[in-house]
């Protein structure tokens, strides 16, 4: 051995005494300790993002956002939301043929271009500049001001663009964003809501159509400091849909891009499923349906594909539910349909089942299914357990006064889920225990303006679904959130439903409540300069 080597040793270990370097113990290894449990810590950090919320003149929107008060954490920190530039049709385009003498200036876009360029002629910040190329700094539209007390902001029109979301320190546990819209008139009339999500890399939406009657959005929005590249596939009752512009979608940095479904296939089918993979970097992502006569709602995407699923929180008084799924893999999927009732599980007749080819979509229609009373969907496979995802469509109301409302398929609350915007008559909360009798405390925060918060424990039987009394804060003022903890092992499910009636037609949104991800499992590790030896 060199001596350039023995120096370059004797350097690393000098290093490696100052700095400490980690490595974890291999199992019984003779004179080492094991390693200790990994330890459950607040998260420090959490980033959130919101879809542009209308395309409508008449939209009139409200952003709720709240923090539970979480053990562990520090002092400081910080939550706010802030615009997202809009990928205009030029910028999309650059071969798009302009007309003559447009010199690109707000004024001589089309409508359509104003719409989809964030604001264009707003003049309100985007990204720290505003209309006309003028300099400005950004200004967040809501910034949190405590953990335990939502805040809330309102706008109107259809120039608001989609919001990107940061919470730090105390702020960044659990931290859930609640944007709902209502819409009077028009095309996807009604109450739209959507939790604001945490950006990823791969979604699925069973339940999407591009019928005649629908007008579906994909809308893509970047959180990061360079472009997102995403595929968007389709696939029907045969599979896979052929796309024409599908393929490497580009979002620029810290932006969004509503992707129109209808552009990508000339076919017209009811029932389709959308798979959102992102090549490079990563995005939220979230449909916005809109029908000529059932209103409009957000499709939240379903969780992973899975042999076993859940859709919680299927209104009472649904005169429709159609259920939509999809099997990934090439396997065919056969599932048992059951209905968690408030007295267990129920199967309906005639429904028993159903088969979903492997790459393609399948629906069924439940009918009132409910039947007056709450309940819960619950797939699990009939013989092997091929993954699927799935969602329903949920119809309330008769006629020409009919509101419709998307469920996906969710995963249990696991510690602790949130969600926020409820007001003291319009909310109502369901929890679903498929496998086995389950212990809950639900927490109401206090008002936006005022109010006490209040706590209520409940006990929810195995194979059932309750809707249950809500804990409303004494003296609120404004809305509350709802803080759902689980106190047993047993899987809860749970969904929140807010309701508003509008010209006699019951306008409703259905938001789920998956896990809100407020801890981390951080490994304990010791020095071991044992390494340096091998």
Not at 202 to 226: K, Q
């Amino acid at each position: 051995m060199n001596r350039t080597t023995l120096s370059l040793i004797a350097g690393t270990a000098a290093l490696a005494a100052i700095t400490g370097l980690a490595t974890l113990s291999e199992p019984d290894a003779p004179g080492r300790e094991t390693a200790e449990a990994a330890a459950v810590l607040p998260v420090e950090r959490t980033g959130l993002l919101c879809p542009a919320p209308s395309a409508s003149d008449l939209a009139e929107t409200t952003y709720t956002s709240f923090t539970p008060v979480t053990k562990g954490t520090g002092s400081d920190g910080s939550a706010e939301l802030l615009a997202a530039s809009v990928e205009s049709t030029d910028t999309a385009d650059e071969d798009t043929e302009k007309p003559a003498g447009d010199d690109e200036t707000t004024d001589d876009k089309t409508d359509t271009d104003k719409a989809d360029s964030g604001k264009a002629d707003s003049g309100k910040a985007v990204d720290g500049e505003k209309t006309g190329g003028e300099k400005t700094a950004a200004k967040p539209v809501l910034t949190s001001k405590a953990p335990g007390t939502p805040v809330t902001a309102e706008t109107s029109g259809a120039d608001d663009p989609a919001l990107v979301g940061t919470a730090e320190g105390k702020f960044a546990p659990g931290w859930t964003v609640q944007q709902t819209t209502q819409v009077t008139a028009g095309n996807g009339r009604g109450l739209l809501g959507v939790t604001c999500a945490a950006p990823d890399t791969e979604f699925w939406f069973p339940g999407v159509s591009t019928a005649a009657d629908r007008t579906d959005y994909v809308h893509l929005t970047n959180p990061d400091d360079s472009a997102a590249v995403a595929d968007i596939e389709l696939f029907g009752k045969d599979g896979s849909v052929t796309t024409t512009v599908g393929e490497g979608l580009t979002v620029p940095a810290h932006s969004s891009k509503p992707i129109l479904l209808s552009t990508l296939t000339g076919e017209k089918q009811d029932d389709l499923t959308v798979h959102v993979n992102v090549r490079s970097g990563r995005v939220g992502a979230a449909v916005q349906a809109l029908d000529d006569k059932l209103g409009g709602d957000w499709l939240a995407p379903s969780t992973d594909p899975a042999g076993t699923l859940v859709v919680p929180g299927i209104p009472k008084d649904a005169t429709a539910v159609r259920l939509v799924a999809f099997a990934p893999g090439g396997a065919d999927a056969d599932l048992k349909v059951q209905l968690a009732s408030p007295t267990g599980l129920i199967t309906p007749a005639g429904q028993e089942t159903m088969h979903v080819k492997g790459g393609m979509t399948t629906a069924l229609d439940l009918g009132d299914i409910t039947r007056g009373e709450p309940g819960s969907l619950v797939l699990t496979p009939t013989d092997g357990s091929a993954p699927v995802v799935a969602a329903v469509r949920v119809v309330r109301g008769k006629g020409d006064r009919q509101e419709s409302a998307f469920i996906p398929a969710t995963g249990p609350i696991g510690t602790r889920a949130s969600v926020v915007g409820n007001g003291a008559k319009d909310a109502t909360l369901s929890l679903t225990a498929p496998t086995a009798t389950a212990k809950v405390k639900v927490t109401a925060s206090a008002g936006t303006g005022a109010g006490t918060a209040a706590t209520k424990t409940y006990t929810i039987k195995q194979g059932t679904t309750q809707d249950v009394e809500l804990p409303v804060p004494a003296g609120l003022k404004g809305t509350y959130a709802l803080t759902v903890e689980n106190l047993t092992e047993t899987p809860v499910h749970a969904a929140r439903t807010l309701t508003a009636t509008e010209g006699g037609i019951p306008g409703f949104t259905v938001q789920t409540l998956p896990d809100d991800r407020g801890t981390v499992a951080v490994p304990e590790a010791d020095e071991d300069l044992t390494v340096l030896q091998k």
